[in-house]
């Protein structure tokens, strides 16, 4: 059930992350989300889209595994694997907050599912 939970929140963190990369990038609050000055944000705007639906997929595939519900669990497990690499690969590379943002609770996810929580 807490793995469940925790898996539904990755998927909610990154169907936000979704809407913040494809919609509101070169807005005030995309700015302040990745500390992005308006030139290079009006610049990378379709890159950024880009990697929104690239985290969609992501969230996608959370919420798949969480329909299939126990008969979902390798499916859960890999995509939160998915995410917890992604977010160390984020933070070794743009910033030590994504981490935090996404490989804590994917790890948090996989642990709890594993237990049977």
């Not at 990755?10 to 990745?34: N, Q």
């Not at 595939?61 to 669990?73: C, E, R, T, V």
């Not at 939160?80 to 070794?92: H, K, M």
């Amino acid at each position: 059930m807490i793995g469940n939970i925790l898996t539904g929140l990755v998927a909610l963190i990154h169907c936000y992350i979704v809407y913040l990369e494809m919609v509101l990038w070169d807005t005030p609050r995309g700015h302040k989300a990745f500390n992005l000055k308006p030139d290079f944000a009006s610049a990378s705007k379709v890159l950024a889209a880009n990697q929104g639906l690239y985290n969609g997929f992501l969230a996608a595939g959370l919420i798949w595994g969480l329909y299939l519900g126990a008969g979902g669990f390798q499916i859960k497990v890999f995509f939160l694997l998915c995410v917890a690499i992604a977010g160390l690969y984020g933070a070794a590379t743009v910033g030590r907050k994504i981490l935090f943002i996404q490989t804590v609770p994917a790890v948090l996810a996989i642990v709890t599912l594993w237990l049977g929580w």
